[in-house]
């Protein structure tokens, strides 16, 4: 059997003008013979080969059927947990660029002064934003009192009309132009 497909795939392709070796082929054949034998979707004896096809697959137990329902179940949450943990790198990737810009901004700020004032800046500072920080926007209207609590841990704010609040994420976005959503 091995030998008849074997003759009619070298037939083939000598037709079209290709040199294959005939042992080679033969070579693919019993191997993908033997993949499908052990696939349980083809039976073999002597000189004969049977295609059991996936009628095989009903022979599967309940508990078969099970797992193969639970390992499903887990490739999916997995699939959920790598697109989350994709999109938790983008965002963390996209913070670090924007903090680089905002870094790179201000040392080309700081050495635009005057040579006295670039001195009494340290190189250090250049280099450093605190995180997390809070911009607070109002009316030029409004009345704001900021008050802090001796140990400099908490803030109060009052403000005699609306504000609104951007936390360093915002302010890096809005700084890429792209808008905030507000709640």
Not at 135 to 161: E, G, H, I, M, Y
Request: charged share 30%; glycine share 4%.
């Amino acid at each position: 059997m091995i030998s008849m497909l074997s003759h009619s795939v070298i037939s083939e392709n000598n037709s079209s003008g290709q040199e294959m070796c005939e042992k080679s082929i033969r070579r693919r054949i019993y191997d993908t013979i033997n993949v499908l034998m052990a696939l349980g979707l083809v039976e073999k004896t002597k000189q004969h080969i049977e295609w059991k096809g996936s009628a095989s697959h009903s022979k599967l137990t309940d508990s078969d059927r099970g797992q193969a329902a639970d390992m499903k179940r887990q490739i999916s949450q997995a699939t959920i947990r790598i697109r989350q943990k994709r999109k938790q790198l983008e965002d963390e990737e996209l913070q670090y660029v924007r903090t680089k810009t905002l870094l790179d901004r201000n040392e080309g700020i700081c050495s635009g002064h005057t040579r006295s004032k670039r001195r009494r800046v340290n190189k250090g500072e250049l280099a450093r934003i605190h995180f997390p920080f809070l911009l607070v926007r109002t009316s030029n209207q409004a009345d704001v009192q900021c008050v802090r609590t001796p140990d400099l841990q908490r803030c109060s704010l009052n403000a005699s009309k609306d504000v609104d609040i951007y936390n360093d994420y915002d302010i890096l976005s809005l700084m890429a132009g792209e808008a905030v959503e507000r709640p």
